[in-house]
């Protein structure tokens, strides 16, 4: 608490010194943006107003506002977050900040509540894979890509930019927030600090038969920090150069299920990740092309102080590295002076007009596991992904072919063994503006991606198996966009139904008794789903209003074994149904109130789907208000309350995993532009 | 008018994918429990979801919401074993860390017993009884002596690492220490404990890993040392009753074992071996094959019917059938009971 009160002071009294003239164009390019672009039908992307309108913890929870996204949350604060993209596999969606991929071999999941949100300028899901030129092939490749853009790593407009904020709220949450750009017209520089801890003890209560059960969460606090320095530089009129070093450690307690009365809990996850990135891209007319490089590591240490061993604990630490490098082009034509607005902008790229485009890259990887623990033998991977693509652009469609490749080779320096793959995967999708007057813009695409076995499905121990096969999905999507202009009202809805069929999914079954299970490509699934969005907005002199409605149906069928109890069944953690909505009044551009809503339908924990195995449907309300103090010259102070869960509702997106009750979040943020 | 028509468009595509619900029908636990068999299914890790299924063989159901239904709460998580000793049926949870005592002709809660030492969940593991008392090995390596009429731990005898399984023969019990949470270094001993003095006399080395453990009709104890899993592989054992020393070790694989008259049942592979105790030789190595179970995780002998009783887990992940044998070998009946049964009680 001390130190997060120095360190916004500092912020404050340097303020002054930071006076500069620039006024922000920014919104004004926006909108030329907008009007060159032809809005994609795969994109769902959420701006920097939305995600302060939402005030969220972390960026799982930014996720629940997209359709198709089924997140998994092990509790509240601090808690994993994991995510699953339309019924497929979490390990299926690329995650891409500021144009590197974080990737880890070992569970293949990243944990999305360790990627902090304040720097978040924009945050785009692209499903059935990105198409962006900056983009890394990965990226191209992957069944869906989750990409974010935060303001340290890109040019900004003027001389001197801060962002800060001070946050404090329930469950002993202090949060505090810094950030430094400088910018000229050839270079910036920026320095991000943040560090956040709560002790989230918070009250629950679950229902324990016909009784409740109530409890407070323990082993449950956290504390972690964030950092980064980013640096950019323009070579010449054509070419950017940026480095960046992005850093995070953290220490959390597992408060792990709630245990019926059982509740000794003293397990901890230490983590410390270091990633350096470099770029060189090049705007050029005739090829414009980038090149990067990344390497992160990734330590985690898991600690379970009153194991029943001989030692009396369990420490296992497990150092997971990776480095990439890759090339990626795209032939297009595009006039030099955009250049400066569109850097880094996702979407921009696709809605050049009337030429073929050609696109493609190559990247390769190298990863390894070390850890103290004797059952993994130092696995090491080597990858080669490559990509080519065209994109033929007419007046009011475009067309994309895209074919991948993927090639991985294995080696356990300790036992020898060796493991090689090679995947090929087609993608083709095709979008048209207007089909028939009342129904709107339509896309059709199909794409093919596949997931390489992790580390722990190959290797782990007994469990492990050396001839798993990549596990593939196939999704297939029709899909309609339509605007409509009624009076001083704008609605656009998205509506889209799609396909999917899973085929050698790995799945973890037994083999000769309860100890020994092993890794096998026995799984199968389809899912048939519908996405459906509606956005109203409406603009008054002062005021502004705007309505968005998601809503997701899927239906994720179990087809591994015809002889099953299970065959057909739903999978687990997969609701049918998600609807999220949230409303927003901005008055003068200055205060602002939301409230959003999320609904599930039940879930179930296991395979089977009987009553047993039932997590019972929720629906969970939040709020929050701000306001924006006028402060001289290209300052401004924003003060906010977030409410989260209005209703105190007891609900949980895991079983047992029980999330907080009502619970509040007031933020202070300074800015300059 | 376009958007009229286009609102029409998206209702109508509601319509079609508007969906349904479907509810299992609830069954009523009896008031006294007879013609029937209770059933203990251990549940899954981290799932609070340990029951108990009452099998009605009168009315050919399965309920298995037998214990809530009369205590009013859940079991808890991870219910390891249950057996009935007098009046009363003691169920062992592991995680939980409880022992749940139930009244055995009514199926009535009578007690919750918390199994915690210092702070820490001692993660009971198995119950054994001799006159008043009720042995428990805990997983925090100790066998706890509860008093059967006050439910009051009366004194915790050290035994190895994991204690697991155990079995009486005459005045002893003999107790697996499994030392299995500390793989890849396992425990490799059984403990013997004298009942009367309520303290270990010995500990008998007996392969790495040992788990199921049993006496047979004439208080030789045979264990299952199950090894690592891998390179080492399960091994039963024969221990003297009367010099705590290993007579025998097997040459062929076992996981699991049961008594039955002068017979031992074994579970090896999703099948079950028959061994002749008396003559120690492995009589039928196919005894019970039945490709209709699909994870055979468990077995149960009641001498007074004579039957054989298979537990049929389904991946451990699925509800499981319990298959009802007569002794040689004949399919009789089956029942669908919970996730991962491990114990019955049968009831005339």
Not at chain 1, 262 to 279: E, G, H
Not at chain 1, 542 to 555: A, G, H, I, P
Not at chain 2, 18 to 37: D, R, V, Y
Not at chain 2, 104 to 127: C, D, E, L, V, Y
């Amino acid at each position: 608490m001390r130190k997060s009160f120095i360190f916004i002071c500092l912020t404050f009294a340097s303020s002054a010194s930071f006076a500069q003239r620039l006024d922000h164009q920014l919104d004004t390019i926006e909108v030329i943006n907008l009007r060159m672009e032809r809005e994609n039908p795969q994109v769902q992307k959420l701006n920097k107003a939305q995600i302060t309108a939402l005030q969220p913890e972390d960026v799982g929870q930014l996720l629940q506002r997209f359709v198709g996204v089924s997140l998994k949350s092990y509790g509240g604060l601090g808690g994993m977050k994991t995510i699953s993209v339309r019924g497929i596999n979490g390990n299926q969606t690329g995650i891409v900040v500021d144009g590197f991929s974080l990737q880890n071999t070992q569970t293949g999941q990243l944990d999305l509540s360790n990627i902090q949100t304040e720097s978040i300028e924009k945050i785009t899901l692209s499903i059935g894979g990105s198409q962006g030129f900056l983009n890394p092939i990965s990226a191209l490749i992957g069944g869906s890509c989750l990409s974010i853009e935060t303001f340290e790593s890109n040019f900004g407009m003027p001389k001197y930019q801060v962002r800060s904020a001070l946050k404090g709220g329930s469950f002993g949450q202090i949060d505090s927030y810094l950030a430094l750009k400088m910018n000229n017209k050839r270079s910036f520089f920026s320095l991000m600090g943040k560090y956040r801890v709560a002790n989230g003890k918070y009250d629950f209560e679950i229902e324990n038969g016909n009784q409740m059960y109530r409890g407070k969460r323990l082993n449950n606090d956290f504390k972690e920090g964030f950092g980064s320095f980013s640096s950019g530089f323009k070579i010449g009129k054509k070419s950017i150069f940026r480095i960046n070093h992005q850093f995070n450690q953290s220490d959390k307690g597992l408060p792990g299920a709630v245990i019926l009365y059982n509740t000794i809990s003293n397990q901890r996850l230490k983590n410390v990740t270091n990633q350096f990135n470099v770029d060189f891209t090049r705007f050029d007319q005739v090829l414009p092309f980038r090149i990067y490089a990344s390497m992160r590591n990734e330590q985690l240490i898991y600690i379970d102080s009153t194991y029943l061993n001989t030692a009396g604990y369990l420490d296992n630490r497990y150092y997971n590295t990776h480095f990439v490098n890759g090339f990626s082009f795209r032939k297009l034509p595009i006039k030099r002076t955009e250049l400066d607005s569109m850097l880094y902008d996702v979407e921009i790229v696709k809605t050049r007009k009337l030429k073929l485009i050609y696109f493609g890259g190559i990247e390769q990887s190298y990863s390894l596991l070390n850890s103290n623990l004797p059952a993994i033998l130092a696995p090491e991977r080597y990858q080669l992904k490559a990509v080519l693509g065209t994109e033929k652009n007419w007046s009011r469609s475009n067309f994309v072919l895209q074919v991948g490749e993927q090639y991985f080779s294995d080696k356990q320096s300790i036992s020898g063994n060796t493991v090689n793959r090679f995947v090929f995967t087609p993608n083709v999708s095709f979008q048209t503006e207007k089909w028939r007057s009342f129904i709107g813009g339509l896309n059709f695409w199909a794409k093919r991606s596949f997931r390489i076995p992790t580390f722990n499905e190959l290797y782990y121990n007994a469990l492990g198996n050396l001839n798993l096969k990549p596990e593939i999905a196939n999704q297939f999507n029709i899909g309609n966009l339509h605007t409509f202009y009624i009076h001083r009202n704008q609605l656009k809805f998205r509506l889209d139904a799609y396909y999917n069929l899973v085929e050698n999914k790995i799945v973890a079954i037994p083999t000769k008794n309860l100890f020994v299970w092993s890794i096998q490509n026995v799984g199968k699934a389809q899912v048939f789903g519908v996405d459906f969005q509606f956005n109203h907005s409406r603009i008054f002199s002062k005021l502004k209003l705007e309505t968005n409605v998601n809503y997701s149906f899927q239906k994720v069928e179990d087809l591994s074994d015809k002889n099953s109890p299970t065959y057909k069944n739903q999978l687990p953690y997969l609701p049918q149904q998600t609807l999220n909505a949230d409303f927003t009044v901005v008055y003068k551009s200055k205060s602002g109130i939301t409230i959003s809503g999320l609904a599930t339908s039940s879930r179930y924990a296991l395979n089977e789907n009987i009553d047993a195995n039932k997590i019972n449907g929720f629906y969970v309300f939040d709020a929050s208000i701000y306001h924006t103090f006028k402060l001289p010259r290209v300052q401004s102070l924003r003060l906010s309350l977030n409410v989260k869960n209005l209703l105190n509702q007891s609900y949980a997106f895991v079983r047992y995993f029980v999330m907080p009750g009502t619970n509040f979040l007031i933020s202070l943020n300074y800015a300059i532009h | 008018m376009q958007f009229t028509k286009y609102i029409l468009f998206i209702i109508l595509l509601g319509v079609i994918f508007s969906c349904k619900k479907e509810h299992e029908e609830t069954i009523e636990s009896p008031e006294i429990l007879q013609n029937g068999m209770l059933v203990l299914n251990e549940g899954l890790f981290q799932l609070n979801n340990s029951s108990l299924t009452w099998v009605d063989f009168g009315a050919g159901t399965s309920n298995d919401q037998f214990f809530t239904q009369k205590s009013g709460r859940l079991l808890g998580d991870t219910g390891n074993e249950m057996l009935r000793y007098g009046n009363k049926i003691y169920i062992v949870v592991n995680v939980s860390s409880t022992i749940e005592v139930l009244d055995a002709i009514t199926g009535n809660s009578i007690k919750q017993i918390s199994m915690q030492a210092n702070g820490n969940a001692k993660q009971p593991r198995s119950i054994r009884f001799y006159g008043s008392k009720a042995f428990i090995s805990c997983f925090d390596g100790f066998v706890d002596v509860m008093d059967t009429a006050t439910f009051q731990i009366e004194s915790r005898i050290p035994v190895g690492l994991n204690p697991d399984q155990m079995t009486i023969s005459g005045q002893y019990l003999f107790v697996s220490n499994s030392g299995g949470l500390n793989a890849p270094m396992m425990d490799s001993t059984v403990s013997v404990i004298d009942l009367n003095a309520k303290s270990e006399l010995t500990k008998i080395v007996v392969g790495k890993n040992p788990g199921s453990i049993v006496t047979d009709h004439q208080g030789d104890i045979y264990v299952i040392s199950r090894g690592n899993y891998s390179t080492i592989p399960s091994r039963m054992k024969k221990i003297d009753q009367n010099n705590f020393t290993v007579l025998e070790s097997y040459d062929f694989d076992a996981s699991k074992i049961t008594s039955m008259n002068n017979r031992l049942l074994i579970l090896n592979n999703n099948k079950l071996m028959l061994f002749n105790a008396d003559t120690d030789e492995l009589m039928n190595d196919d005894f019970i094959n039945n490709p209709a179970i699909s994870t055979l995780s468990n077995m149960c002998f009641r001498s007074s019917s004579q039957q054989i009783y298979l537990f049929d887990s389904k991946g451990y992940t699925n509800t499981g059938n319990i298959l009802k044998y007569n002794v040689n070998g004949d399919f009789l009946t089956q029942f669908h009971v919970g996730l991962n049964p491990n114990s019955i009680l049968i009831y005339d």
